[in-house]
């Protein structure tokens, strides 16, 4: 089913529900499109911090523990 398709059978049953269901449904749109925003913004903040040199210098920080340093290995 396309976008269009999708759109046009939503409003058709919106028009024929009583106005208490149709504000429901409006409620409910803006819950998804708050969580698909919210979303985006997750993956653009990951994204970013995952390219970003801010903690590039631990890189070079030389280990301050070794496997040696372990008093008790476990599997």
Do not use: C, W
């Amino acid at each position: 089913m396309t976008r269009k398709a999708i759109i046009e059978r939503t409003v058709h049953v919106i028009n024929q529900l009583p106005h208490e269901k149709a504000t429901e449904i409006s409620d409910f749109a803006d819950f998804v499109i708050k969580r698909y925003e919210d979303q985006i913004l997750t993956d653009g903040i990951q994204k970013l911090a995952s390219v970003s040199k801010s903690f590039g210098f631990l890189k070079d920080e030389e280990d301050l523990y070794s496997l040696t340093d372990l008093k008790e290995h476990y599997k």
